[in-house]
């Protein structure tokens, strides 16, 4: 082999190698997201192993190990590898080396790095007290004139007349017509006193003014598509109402629950050390809970977050949506990807809640999404936020293709409920009329809380909930 030839092979067993040891590595940190991801239930790597394994690893490592094969191929079949003494057992040890070394190493990063770089949030920053919304002000009530009777006035009986002779009550005057007794007065009747609150007497049915009204009616109607829709479970209480609905379509099973408050401090979040769902709902005693955004360790020192009316963290929104509900009861979301999000404008806007995961669903005429600008799209377990006008919410949570069980036992494995798409997901909120909708987190975080069951997955503690109380 010539001086040329040589020199060509060098070059390209160089870039096999590289090649190869990429792949080991890629391989390596594969494996440990996968193994965090579906088997640590005591920490949260979504962000760091679903987001990589869907938008990088489960592309670039295939296509990687292709063109590795192909150039190793090359060089056998012309010889290059056999003129290096390149053998088969070195290659295969190099390799089973680089995965250890790899391994430890991704693993080492995945754990540790992002706290050494404070690049994982591990705990809230001090929460401090937003402004509170100037009180709405409450017309004058409109006084009611007070109409005075017209006609004659009324004369004593044996009152003289003008010529002096006495006359009896009943009797008129010659020549006098009598005077004709005016209509009485209707008092006008009394405005209802407005309802004071979000829905003011709108929804004022689905509340109950004296003792909650707790019922598990459990009537079911099938829609023109063949969904099954039964009403599972109702609550009425002075300052929140609930109906939470069961949908069942083939496979496909998940439950949304329209959600009423008279006052936004009972649409509550609750976040702090990871629990599982049904703690944090039982610790606030909370008629119905959902997982959010888990932005204790999933912001990665990024986002606006405000909760009850306190800021948390005022960091810029770079790579998620943001979610704003407004102490009006009003909610926005943001594409933190396409603008620029200004933290002050917002936190002058008299914010209650902001939650940093997303994406958003809808449009801002509450038409359903086909394009995301997110690597979570393919089918999951999921669990979101919707939004219909000030006091009316939705919480929904979706039964997904993982092979587990919740935590009533409840086999959720393979072919089970196959879980929805953002896509799918953004037209189910669109069909059912909300303005805005946002996804919060799923896989094994998702799940639904209510009347002490957890509808959902949710083998995974979390970092916060949003719920309702009364």
Not at 72 to 80: K, M, P, R, S, T
Not at 186 to 206: H, M, N, R, V
Not at 383 to 395: I, M, V
Request: aromatic share 10%; net charge negative; glycine share 8%.
């Amino acid at each position: 082999m010539n001086k040329n030839g040589e020199q060509r092979f060098r070059v390209l067993r160089v870039i096999a190698s590289v090649m190869a040891n990429l792949v080991a590595v890629l391989s390596a940190n594969y494996i440990v997201f996968y193994i965090l991801d579906h088997y640590n239930q005591n920490q949260h790597y979504i962000v760091y192993s679903d987001f990589i394994l869907t938008k990088y690893l489960n592309v670039i490592l295939p296509v990687l190990m292709l063109l590795t094969a192909l150039l190793y191929l090359l060089l056998y079949i012309a010889g290059g590898l056999k003129a290096r003494r390149f053998e088969k057992k070195r290659l295969i040890w190099i390799l089973v080396i680089d995965v250890l070394v790899a391994g430890a190493f991704a693993m080492a990063v995945n754990i540790y790095t992002f706290d050494w770089f404070n690049l994982r949030k591990g705990g809230s920053d001090t929460p401090v007290a937003l402004a509170t919304m100037p009180p709405r002000e409450t017309p004058a009530p409109t006084e009611i004139p007070t109409v005075e009777p017209t006609g004659m006035p009324s004369e004593e009986p044996g009152a003289q007349t003008t010529n002096g002779a006495t006359q009896a009550p009943d009797e008129t005057p010659a020549g006098t017509e009598p005077a004709e007794t005016p209509e009485p007065t209707e008092a006008p009747t009394p405005e209802p006193t407005p309802i004071p609150g979000l829905l003011g007497d709108k929804y004022k049915e689905k509340f109950s003014e004296g003792e909650p009204v707790v019922t598990e009616p459990n009537t079911s109607e099938t829609l023109e598509d063949g969904t099954v829709c039964t009403l599972i479970y109702t609550y009425a209480g002075k300052n929140a109402a609930i109906e939470l609905y069961h949908y069942k379509k083939g496979k496909l099973e998940y439950q949304v629950a329209q959600v009423y408050v008279r006052q936004l401090e009972k649409l509550t979040a609750s976040y702090g050390k990871t629990r599982m769902l049904y703690e944090f709902a039982r610790e606030k005693n909370a008629l119905i809970a959902i997982n959010s955004d888990y932005f204790d360790t999933n912001a990665i020192g990024e986002g606006l977050l405000i909760r009850n009316g306190f800021l948390i963290r005022s960091n810029p929104c770079e790579h998620s949506d943001l979610c704003v509900v407004y102490q009006d009861g009003t909610v926005r979301c943001f594409d933190c990807k396409k603008d620029r999000i200004d933290n002050n404008e917002i936190l002058e806007s008299y914010p209650y809640h902001s939650f940093y995961f997303g994406p958003s669903l809808l449009d801002e005429d509450g038409n359903a999404k086909t394009k995301f600008n997110s690597t979570l799209g393919a089918a999951n377990p999921r669990t979101a936020f919707g939004y219909y006008e000030p006091g009316h919410y939705a919480f929904i949570s979706i039964l997904g293709d993982r092979n587990m069980k919740d935590v009533n036992g409840h086999g959720l494995g393979k072919g089970k409920s196959p879980g929805m798409t953002l896509t799918e997901l953004s037209a189910l909120c669109a069909s059912l009329g909300m303005k805005a909708a946002y996804n919060f987190d799923g896989g094994q975080s998702s799940g639904m809380y209510w009347n002490e069951t957890v509808f959902g997955h949710n083998n995974r503690g979390t970092g916060d909930v949003l719920a309702v109380v009364d």
